[in-house]
């Protein structure tokens, strides 16, 4: 991995100024625990995403929701692209055909997806199945990309997927199976967001600025579909509560901007795989979540996400060097 600045100056000594390689002890042990930090709090902004939207998608609905989102983020996404990354117009602009189909499919598509979903599927659930990313992503770039697979990551993958099963065909009463139509449009979203992720290596712009520009594109995309579900009788924006405000800024701010720089900062101190492997952690936040505020989670839940995280564990985390913004 290529050193930048940022790392050299947080990396490069102990505490007490020694060379890092020197640190050692519980003062070491602390240290790389420190280091941990930005991925850990990126995935629980981003579990905040699948619990708190639940509840703005009835104030407001998943159209008003997803463009508000992006237009939050760019106040946070735009500044920090100019400031640390500096990308020249024309470097974006070479590249603006990608930049429209990855807001379309990313942005846009897999967002109004899992923002559908969440309107009647549960959140620990939809969080479970699209932890499936990296699998899905590895699974697509073995066929299209024509990328190898280890027979232990298939063997992970396997299992992830009998545990997303166990979810989606428990999610009814006690006792009988059941598919939701909330969960198969959080696996659409989750296959949507494969296609978008195939597409990352293709882009050469800076990922803190093709995020900015995604974003920005999104949002304009959105003004006319919002703008139609208001003329179709949407006045909800008229009727919002102080919680409901609330939750929409942090939803701009945190899952969709802020974990995203913690994401990056986080790639630059540990690395990109060793940050994917903690996408892992997003379904446990969310439950923690869930259950901290006073909702219920099922046995089947429990036992399918235990599935899912022991089976990406085992696929060894390939697929999670990827570009990825979940949530």
């Known amino acids: 991995m290529v050193s930048t600045p940022f790392q050299n100056a947080v990396l ?130 073995r066929f299209i990309l024509k990328e190898q697979l280890s027979t232990r990551a298939v063997i992970g993958f396997a299992v992830s997927f009998v545990g997303a099963l166990v979810v989606v065909l428990g999610s009814g009463a006690l006792g009988t199976f059941t598919v939701s139509y909330g969960d198969v449009m959080v696996f659409a979203a989750t296959l949507l967001w494969t296609a978008y992720s195939l597409l990352a290596p293709r882009v050469q712009t800076p990922p803190m600025t093709a995020t900015a520009v995604q974003s920005g594109i999104s949002a304009i995309v959105m003004i006319p579909i919002m703008v139609i579900d208001i003329a179709l009788g949407n006045s909800a924006w008229l009727h919002l509560g102080g919680f409901d405000w609330l939750a929409i800024v942090w939803i701009g701010l945190m899952p969709s901007a802020g974990a995203y720089v913690l994401w990056n900062i986080s790639s630059e101190l540990i690395g990109p795989t060793r940050t994917g492997s903690f996408l892992n952690l997003i379904p446990v936040f969310t439950t923690v979540l869930v259950i901290a505020l006073g909702g219920t989670v099922t046995p089947m839940q429990l036992v399918g996400g235990a599935l899912v995280l022991l089976g990406i564990s085992v696929a060894n985390q390939r697929a999670q060097a990827t570009k990825v913004t979940l949530a």
Not at 38 to 54: K, Y
Not at 115 to 137: H, K, M, Q, R, T
């Open 12 to 141: 490069s000594y102990c505490t007490d100024k020694r060379p890092l390689h020197q640190c050692g002890g519980y003062a070491g042990e602390m240290r790389n625990a420190r280091l941990l930090v930005p991925a850990i709090l990126a995935m629980a902004f981003w579990a905040t995403n699948f619990v708190f939207s639940p509840t703005v998608i009835a104030a407001v609905g998943a159209i008003q929701l997803t463009g508000a989102r992006w237009f939050i983020a760019l106040v946070i996404l735009v500044p920090l692209a100019l400031v640390r990354e500096k990308t020249s117009v024309g470097v974006v602009l070479g590249e603006w055909k990608i930049h429209l189909v990855q807001a379309l499919m990313g942005s846009v598509g897999y967002t109004l997806l899992l923002y559908y979903a969440l309107g009647v599927s549960s959140p620990v659930s939809a969080a479970i199945i699209v932890s499936l990313n990296p699998a899905c992503i590895a699974i697509a770039a």
